[in-house]
């Protein structure tokens, strides 16, 4: 059964300054590992997919980096407007494409 | 293109009354799902389809039919609601090409409250 485990639950950080947050998973092989931005009231967005270790992908602010074992989404010099909570998914290879295992999520909060 | 959309995207009901949850697409996707988000948690698959006429269960499948009869609509069906079933409801469309998975499309949502 395919798990993720996102940490820390909520993060507070102040305009600027710069953290990670992880997501940790456990499949028999990876399809897909994805992050989600979603604002409240909406629904999810997408980020970025990763599909194997050393992989990275970056978008403005954002930088996803995966291992065999968890992904990290980096945010460099952040703004408020970054404020949201971030999810991490995750597709195995014994599942059905299209059936995504979702974490718990990081709510990341930015003070100006 | 909409992308994804539900309606309603709010709904309150009685405890045992039954009501339709509406899903379309219009990026011809062929994989189709609906997920549920409790307060402060992430989301949990309910039933998915991987195609027209194809559909399976999730996680928390209990208490919810579904049915594809197009590629575009995937309605979601509360049987008997219950106060446990309130929470915010979400359908997601995606595909894959070449063995890749690529990401979800999600809606707006649905906010039900089951009193």
């Known amino acids: 059964e395919d798990q993720v485990t996102q940490s820390p639950e909520a993060l507070r950080l102040q305009e600027g300054e710069s953290s990670s947050l992880n997501c940790s998973y456990t499949v028999s092989g990876l399809r897909g590992l994805f992050w989600y931005r979603q604002d409240p009231g909406k629904g999810p967005e997408f980020l970025f997919t990763?599909?194997?270790a050393g992989e990275e992908k970056e978008k403005e602010r954002l930088k996803a980096t995966l291992t065999k074992k968890e992904s990290f989404l980096h945010i460099t010099a952040p703004k408020p407007e970054d404020s949201a909570t971030y999810l991490c998914a995750v597709q195995g290879l014994n599942t059905n494409a299209g059936k995504s295992t979702f974490g718990d999520g990081t709510t990341l909060t930015v003070k100006p | 293109n909409a992308g994804v959309t539900q309606t309603p995207k709010f709904q309150v009901l009685k405890t045992g009354q039954s009501m339709t949850l509406q899903c379309a697409q219009d990026?011809?996707?062929?994989?189709m799902s609906w997920y549920r988000q409790d307060p402060g948690m992430g989301l949990r698959l309910i039933h998915y389809s991987v195609g027209a006429g194809i559909t399976d269960q999730g996680e928390v499948p209990n208490g919810y039919n579904v049915s594809r009869s197009t590629t575009e609509d995937f309605p979601l069906r509360l049987l008997s609601a219950a106060p446990s079933q309130t929470s915010v409801y979400f359908c997601?469309?995606?595909?894959?090409?070449?063995?890749?998975?690529?990401?979800?499309?999600f809606g707006p949502g649905t906010r039900l409250t089951v009193t």
């Open positions: 990026m011809n996707h062929e994989y």
């Open positions: 997601a469309s995606s595909y894959t090409r070449h063995r890749l998975s690529y990401e979800q499309y």
């Open positions: 990763l599909y194997s």
